[in-house]
């Protein structure tokens, strides 16, 4: 008889990718959604919701209150409820429940230096959408963002980034050189139009690209949509919706 690890083993053995595999994996999914309620909200209703946060947080007027306390926690112990997925850039400025004013079990994170899309983050997409059912994925660039800046610098200095930073930023090149086709930007203008690319690229693919996501939006039961964040007037800008 095997032992959990041993199964654990045997199941990698079998490979994740076989059809048994596969069947396997997805039941375990199904069972973990089975568990757990879905958010009731539509993907239009879950944007509205992300903007009154905004405005709480813009005046000043954060609820912290419900979403935070014992109750909350007891509440979604045993499964959680989110209503958005956020995909946000890593930047200690920029903090994704601060700015949208949510609590305990409301955002499902990804986040990364220069909000990126690898193949670890859109896995966790793909499961925060097709498992939790959640409705809406947000892509939030922001202002004077390090990681584009330093795609910036390698495109137009050939500055080499130590460790692994070079292949952090390499996803966001396309964005820089999309930004600087026109010829017209300069400094900080260029920096903030590979900030929106940067963004927009993401979204599109997200939209497009991924058959993961294609037939939930679809069917209107998801939504992808794009932002940026400005650090002085702490505006968030949902500039593709
Ligand atoms: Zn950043």
Redesign the pocket.
């Known amino acids: 008889m095997y032992g959990d690890d041993d199964s654990r083993r045997g199941f990698i053995r079998q490979g994740c990718c076989s059809a048994v595999g596969l069947a396997s994996a997805l039941s375990l999914f199904s069972a973990q959604a089975a568990e757990s309620r879905k958010t009731s909200l539509s993907p239009g209703e879950a944007l509205d919701k992300l903007r009154q946060g905004h405005d709480s947080f813009l005046n000043g007027k954060p609820s912290l209150k419900s979403s935070r306390d014992k109750n909350r926690r007891l509440e979604i112990a045993r499964g959680q409820v989110p209503f958005a997925v956020l995909v946000g850039?890593?930047?200690s400025r920029?903090p994704p429940e601060v700015l949208f004013d949510t609590g305990l079990g409301e955002l499902f994170i990804v986040r990364n230096?220069?909000?990126t899309v690898d193949t670890v983050a859109l896995g966790s997409i793909q499961y925060a959408v097709q498992v939790l059912g959640v409705p809406l994925v947000l892509v939030l660039?922001?202002e004077l963002?390090?990681?584009?800046e330093a795609a910036l610098s390698v495109v137009e200095k050939n500055t080499v980034y130590p460790g692994s930073i070079g292949q952090m930023v390499e996803p966001i090149i396309p964005a820089v050189l999309k930004a600087r086709a026109s010829g017209s930007l300069k400094g900080e203008d260029l920096l903030d139009a590979a900030v929106r690319e940067n963004v927009r690229r993401t979204v599109e693919r997200l939209r497009t690209s991924e058959p993961a996501m294609l037939e939930p939006i679809r069917n209107g039961k998801l939504r992808v949509v794009g932002a940026r964040y400005d650090l002085d007037d702490g505006l968030v800008d949902f500039f593709m919706t």
Not at 145 to 148: D, E, K, N, P, T
């Open positions: 850039c890593s930047d920029v230096a220069g909000n660039g922001h963002c390090g990681a584009v």
